[in-house]
């Protein structure tokens, strides 16, 4: 106790921490725990997963570190930090992953226990970066975790291998200590978690502790943090992930359009966790199908959206590129679906649990004919429940597929979120036509949009299908004028939508040298990117587009009041494309796959080379 | 409900369900008396006219739903079957009905036909198996006969076919059922029975193609071979068949076998009584396996009905239950569900 006085601590703004280990140390449940805790003390936080496509890829190995990076802060913040300030490396292939990664002169905690001659021999490491020299110039505190966690459980009556496991809980005390967090919340967490394996909750809890007075006790640690709670606008909050809001969105939707909500959907990486959540909700009446493909996935919302549902489908790239020909029988019929597509690394199989933007083309040009959607972009983890709401609401008032794209990084990145009450979200409904007086399946309201007419209503039956259609009457039309009119109408009632969203609205002046333009999920890169340049003296705007098809309506106004336009993108330079060929616009594109999001410094180098010395 | 349902068995007639689109089949083509045998059915099935949907993929037969004046859906090849699931599954009370082709179903939409018949799905699926891919003008499908010579085939096909009916049962569709255009009134009951099962109902119809495939079962279809190369499967009835009756299916281990009645070695007991709702499928697969071989008559009928909970049925019930746990979802609780906290102003 006497040495909490004498550890100094230090009041820190913002501080980012990376935990990481093998696979099975329970990194992510570490990281979970911290934000958490973190979370509910009033910080703001961002935080990113970094974990490996192989569910058992073998111990020790590089292939096998996971990793779990989140910022904290008592300002607000965006994004889940660029370079680590404080490692937690559980063996040597995690140190040696994210050493390049963390700030020079940053804590490193290490678990020496791990760090054998076989521990490196697998890490595939020369010789042992303790000792070698390698971390000169870092604070590297080694810790004997594995020792000291079966030390303080040896009277637990649990497993030897229980014991180990329990590890990753005294990393997490220590990491509670060092920045002055509480225990309790974990504590609590794990009494509910083990309710029925009460020895394995009390050796966790022991775990936990051991860690904590660890820090407490030695003075191994120099130094202990604090870093204050964040001025956030007052209400009620929660952590929220991507994938979490998205399919809290499409619930609330339900709710507000009194449609009954139905997914059909294929489990793929990134986007399974939308089709766990909605499948938990049936007593909101959300009908969930566990299709044989990505193809049975889109038919079968399409057969629920003919029958009234608010349908939607979720997967991630290879799974959308599969939807293609029946996204095609969407736009033909014209029925509301919303195709989620939580976007990852490409092309083929590619990099399933990273982050890419690289579907943008994909999800605006790719089918047969002309076939145009609506196309939504989710900025950040809780903007995906406004975003899916937005996506039902498009679709059933204008009769239209939408595809909505979110993407690796915000989907199972996390966020405080503000949490609306259902009084304050919008309703919408696209009443179902149920008078057979005068009834047309392809008449038209003043949004060129079609009945809804759904099987089991009297007297409105009638055929759709894929074969192009007469307008009003929709029976088959082979007529050369009347195909030329229903590409037009359906280009047309995607066009119209942009009367129906708000304007895209300028951070900074309104016009200048430079514009920065981003979609999707690099918002908060690109916001901290723009706010930290501007700190130093660069004049640049930003605006950030959530509708792509089609863009807000006074997007071509806002380009043109800008000299230079930038536009990074986590693909090789797609809105970049799409602006060019729609504004006729030059662009300065700023491209880089890493699988990861971008780095903020990265971006306002950009900046900064492009605005030159104008920064006086 | 009973009431309503009287009502409209008085109401409708075969004219209620024919659509105002002129039929656009070849003349003579095998579908016209498939759809005149739906359209005599339907009235009958007791079921109101806005509940019946028609869900069809491509090919010639898939226009069938233009031609009904019921609800349709002709979509993308295929992708039948799992339009209807979705269907179904959002919209429990409707008679969804499937139209398809031998390529459609057996080929691009395989997948979704083995699934739907696994899963149990209720809806009516009604294959017009002309061993052709019509539409295309002629290439061999995936029902069609080894070496068969068509334009994607001038040396004659070396696929391997197909057994439909054995690839349903396999799959554990709960109803499996063959028929033929050419024999109006079986068809219409197998029809019938299709529309009245509970789960997966599916009947192939052997349809003549007069275009690129006539003639494909004429050896089943005409009066003068038909006794003698067709068995009528019927429950809890010996497997007799022939001109005079005189032959009958017997099983020597798992093969069938084609005896005599006539020179008093076997007699009407020795012959193996169809029984379609046997809990085990073997019998059925064996009997539907009698149609690759040419030397035992090819079964007609019901080859197997088992009744047992239907996919959206499970679903329902599920739903129900977790609701009765749960409490009717609450969209407020729903938002401020999870790890939630306080931050003043
Ligand atoms: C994706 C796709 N691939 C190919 C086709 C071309 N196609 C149309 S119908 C058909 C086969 C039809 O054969 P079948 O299902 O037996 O129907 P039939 O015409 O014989 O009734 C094919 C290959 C298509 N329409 N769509
Ligand atoms: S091509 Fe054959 S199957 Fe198609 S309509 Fe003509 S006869 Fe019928
Ligand atoms: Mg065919």
Same mark, same amino acid.
């Given at each position: ?616 | ?114 699934? @739907?018949?696994?899963?149990?799905? *209720?809806? &009516?699926? +009604?294959?017009?198996?002309? =061993?052709?891919? #019509?539409?295309? /003008? !002629? ?37 499996? @059922?063959?028929?033929?255009?050419? *024999?109006? &009134?079986? +068809?219409?009951?197998?029809? =019938?029975?299709? #529309?009245?099962? /509970? !789960? ?146």
């Amino acid at each position: 106790m006497e040495n909490e006085k004498t550890t100094p601590v230090e009041s820190l703004d913002t501080v980012t921490v990376m935990f990481a280990g093998d696979s099975g140390d329970g990194m992510q449940l570490t990281g979970t725990q911290f934000s958490n805790t973190t979370a509910s003390l009033g910080n703001d936080l961002n935080t990113l997963p970094d974990y490996p496509a192989e569910i058992r890829a073998p111990i020790g190995t590089i292939y096998g570190v996971s990793g779990f990076q989140l910022k904290f802060s008592s300002t607000d913040i965006h994004t889940p930090g660029d370079s680590p300030d404080v490692l937690v490396a559980m063996n040597p292939a995690a140190l040696k992953k994210y050493l390049p990664t963390i700030k020079k002169g940053a804590a490193i905690v290490v678990n020496t226990d791990s760090f054998k001659a076989k521990d490196l021999k697998l890490a595939v490491l020369d010789s042992n970066p303790l000792e070698d020299g390698s971390l000169n110039g870092y604070k590297v505190y080694e810790v004997p975790i594995t020792t000291l966690t079966k030390e303080a459980l040896k009277d637990c009556e649990i497993s030897a291998k229980d014991v180990v496991r329990s590890k990753n809980f005294f990393a997490l005390g220590m990491m509670y200590w060092m920045f002055s967090r509480p225990m309790e919340p974990t504590i609590k967490w794990l009494d509910q978690k083990f309710k029925n394996k009460p020895e394995i909750a009390k050796a966790n809890k022991k775990a936990l502790k051991a860690g904590y007075y660890y820090g407490d006790t030695t003075e191994i640690f120099t130094t202990r943090y604090e870093v204050q709670p964040a001025k956030l606008p007052a209400g009620t909050y929660r952590s929220i992930s991507g994938n979490e809001a998205t399919a809290i969105g499409f619930v609330a939707a339900s709710v507000q359009s009194g449609h009954q909500l139905y997914l059909g959907s294929y489990p793929i990486t990134p986007a399974s966790d939308i089709l766990h959540y909605l499948t938990k909700y049936k007593n909101f009446g959300v009908k969930t199908f566990q299709a044989e493909d990505e193809i049975a996935g889109i038919a079968s919302a399409i057969g629920a959206a003919f029958g009234g549902s608010l349908a939607i489908t979720t997967t991630s790239g290879p799974g959308l590129a599969l939807k293609t020909e029946a996204a095609g029988l969407a736009v033909m019929t014209e029925l509301p679906i919303v195709i989620v597509n939580v976007q990852r690394g490409g092309p083929s199989t590619g990099l399933p649990t990273k982050t890419e933007q690289a579907d943008l083309l994909q999800a605006m040009y790719g089918r047969n004919g002309e076939s145009p959607v609506a196309v939504l972009a989710a900025s950040t983890p809780s903007d995906c429940f406004y975003m899916a709401m937005e996506a039902s609401r498009i679709a059933m008032k204008f009769m239209v597929p939408v595809i909505l794209l979110t993407d690796g990084y915000i989907a199972n990145g996390t966020e405080p979120w503000r949490v609306p009450h259902e009084s304050e979200l919008p309703k919408f409904n696209h009443e179902l036509e149920t008078n057979p007086e005068g009834f047309q399946p392809y008449s038209r309201d003043e949004n060129l949009s079609r009945p809804w007419a759904t099987p089991g209503t009297p007297g409105l039956e009638h055929r759709i299908g894929g074969l192009e259609k007469a307008n009003i009457t929709g029976n088959v039309s082979y007529e050369p004028e009347n195909h030329d009119l229903m590409c037009k109408i359906r280009q047309e009632k995607i066009e119209k939508i942009a009367l129906d969203i708000s304007d895209v609205v300028v951070d900074g002046e309104e016009e200048g040298e430079l514009l920065v333009v981003g979609w999707g999920g690099t918002s908060g890169t690109l916001t901290e990117a723009v706010t930290r340049a501007r700190q130093d003296g660069f004049k640049v705007s930003r605006i950030h587009l959530k509708y792509i098809n089609p863009f807000p309506k006074n997007l071509g106004d806002v380009l043109s009041k800008f000299d230079k336009i930038l536009v990074p993108e986590i693909n090789l330079g797609q809105l970049s494309k799409i602006l060019r060929s729609t504004y006729i616009v030059d662009t300065i594109q700023f491209n880089k796959m890493r699988g990861l999001p971008f780095k903020i410094n990265d971006v306002k180098e950009k900046i900064e080379e492009i605005l030159g010395g104008s920064n006086d | 409900m009973t009431n309503k349902i009287n009502v409209n068995e008085m109401k409708l007639t075969p004219k209620d369900f024919k659509s105002d689109q002129d039929v656009r089949w070849c003349p003579g083509c095998g579908d016209y008396s498939i759809l005149a045998q739906v359209q005599r059915v339907f009235p009958t099935l007791g079921i109101e006219k806005e509940n019946f949907v028609w869900v069809s993929g491509i090919g010639c037969s898939s226009r069938f739903p233009y031609y009904m004046d019921t609800y349709g859906f002709h979509s993308i090849h295929g992708r039948a079957p799992a339009i209807a699931t979705g269907l179904k599954i959002a919209h429990p009370e409707l008679s969804v009905w499937v139209a398809t082709g031998d390529g459609d179903l057996m080929s691009i939409g395989g997948n979704h036909f083995i699934h @739907a018949c696994r899963k149990n799905i *209720d809806m &009516k699926m +009604l294959l017009f198996n002309n =061993e052709i891919y #019509g539409l295309t /003008k !002629g290439q061999y499908s995936p029902t069609s006969e080894r070496g068969k010579i068509t334009k994607s085939s001038p040396y004659g096909s070396i696929d391997y076919p197909f057994n439909p009916t054995s690839l349903a049962l396999g799959s554990n569709a709960t109803f499996v @059922a063959r028929a033929m255009d050419r *024999d109006p &009134k079986h +068809l219409q009951k197998m029809i =019938e029975r299709a #529309g009245k099962h /509970k !789960g997966m109902a599916f009947l192939e119809i052997y349809q003549n193609c007069v275009i690129f495939n006539d003639k494909a079962f004429d050896e089943l279809t005409e009066k003068e071979t038909k006794a003698e190369t067709t068995i009528y499967l019927e429950h809890d009835k010996p497997m007799i068949f022939g001109k005079e009756r005189d032959k009958g299916i017997i099983l020597e281990g798992f093969e069938p076998k084609v005896v005599s009645l006539k020179d008093g070695k076997y007699t009407e007991d020795d012959i193996i009584k169809h029984n379609e709702t046997d809990e085990s499928p073997v019998r059925a697969f064996i009997l539907s396996h009698m149609t690759d071989d040419p030397n035992l008559p090819t079964p007609f009928g019901v080859f197997r009905q088992v009744l047992k909970e239907t996919y959206n049925e499970a679903l329902e019930n599920q739903i129900t239950t977790v609701t009765e746990k749960l409490g009717k979802g609450d969209l407020e609780s729903l938002l401020f569900s999870g790890n939630t906290w306080e931050v003043k102003g």
